[in-house]
């Protein structure tokens, strides 16, 4: 128990530490006061713990929920709006009806499931590269801090594989020395305003990028660990859950993408069939992250983004080891490419584009490919 279990809130830390200062931003470019930041943080952790306990219990898989940080990363571009945070409360609920509505729409999943495995498996590598590069990174920058990480990851992925990614994370902390804050986050209710503006400015906005830079990737990447997650009733999940947390400023949760490796993939436990262990416990860590947010945020505030890239990236290595060696064909090596390029067009990210342009090239071979067959015949 102790792998999945680890796995699990590493998982959950490295999805907390690695954007939830996206998340604050977003909130307080939409109007949002401190005190309602923070409760959309903690909204937002406990609607993302709720949804990956419920999901990994009831279907025994590593269905790992995260909130929106592309739908966050849009409120900080998007800015204040008429009618303050409330009119954005108001939209982060109809895009979570939205959501709900996509998840009745059942041939959606079922277009889904039918990515083939190397196109999926070569887009988590293309996410996940990225990350993976980062602890190269962290030590030409801030040698200081994670030439340590990285020294004391190495020697335990020799001797104690289980407890090499914790004990670089404990590295790092101890590294930054950061001091613990105080307090305790409450939930601030906030009255739903609803307007056009916020509608056509925020809600489709942000329906569509939480579907397709997270929902459809985070789809793609279960799959490319074997995994066919029922979308349609994850969609349901996720969408009541942002509903239930966007009067207290959350704003969306979606199936994680690149955390998801963390619980999904084989360093979390070489039986597949147990992985959900790690899952489900990133949901209580999540939980418990959300109830302490201010010794949390007293420590990313002061960490060197780069080293937190660099620690997840540690911990991603097995899973990107694993999805290359799944790669092959003309259309996964196009999506590998597209999604590892980081290009973002129209709101969203290469993890879609990637899926979509290695989607198009394996149609265009498939119909190729029967041609021949039938002029062969």
């Not at 998340?23 to 609607?47: D, I, K, T, Y």
């Not at 009618?83 to 998840?103: D, E, H, K, P, R």
């Not at 305790?184 to 329906?207: E, H, N």
Request: glycine content about 10%; aromatic content about 8%; overall charge positive.
């Amino acid at each position: 128990m102790v792998q999945p279990i680890v796995a699990g809130i590493v998982t959950a830390v490295v999805g907390f530490a690695s954007s939830f200062a996206i998340l604050l931003g977003g909130f307080q470019a939409v109007g949002a006061s401190p005190a309602q930041a923070a409760s959309g943080l903690l909204a937002a952790c406990l609607a993302v713990g709720v949804s990956s306990m419920w999901l990994s219990l009831r279907y025994r898989m590593p269905i790992v929920i995260a909130w929106s940080t592309p739908g966050a990363a849009l409120l900080a571009s998007t800015g204040a709006v008429d009618g303050g945070f409330a009119t954005a409360v108001g939209a982060f609920l109809v895009s979570s009806v939205l959501i709900v509505v996509a998840g009745l729409f059942k041939p959606l999943g079922r277009w889904i499931a039918a990515i083939p495995q190397p196109i999926a498996a070569a887009m988590l590598a293309g996410v996940l590269l990225p990350l993976c590069l980062a602890p190269v990174e962290a030590v030409v920058k801030v040698p200081a801090l994670a030439v340590p990480v990285v020294l004391v990851w190495l020697v335990l992925m020799r001797f104690a594989r289980t407890w090499a990614v914790p004990a670089a994370l404990l590295v790092a902390v101890v590294g930054i020395a950061a001091p613990v804050g105080a307090g305790w986050p409450q939930l601030t209710f906030t009255t739903p305003q609803f307007t056009v503006q916020g509608v056509v400015s925020i809600a489709v906005p942000l329906f569509l990028v939480t579907m397709a830079s997270q929902n459809v990737p985070g789809m793609a990447v279960m799959a490319g660990f074997g995994y066919q997650v029922p979308f349609a009733k994850a969609l349901t999940v996720t969408g009541v859950a942002s509903a239930a947390a966007s009067p207290f400023g959350g704003h969306a949760v979606n199936l994680a993408a690149i955390s998801a490796a963390l619980s999904a993939g084989p360093d979390a436990e070489p039986d597949p069939a147990r992985r959900w262990i790690a899952s489900t416990t990133s949901g209580v860590a999540m939980i418990c992250l959300g109830l302490s947010a201010a010794v949390a945020t007293s420590f990313v505030v002061q960490s060197p983004p780069i080293l937190i890239q660099g620690v997840a990236g540690l911990a991603l290595l097995g899973a990107l080891t694993s999805a290359v060696r799944s790669i092959e064909g003309e259309a996964a090596i196009i999506t590998f490419l597209v999604t590892a390029s980081g290009v973002s067009f129209l709101g969203v990210g290469g993890a879609f584009w990637g899926l979509l342009a290695g989607g198009v090239v394996h149609v265009f071979f498939s119909s190729s490919r029967t041609k021949e067959k039938i002029s062969a015949s």
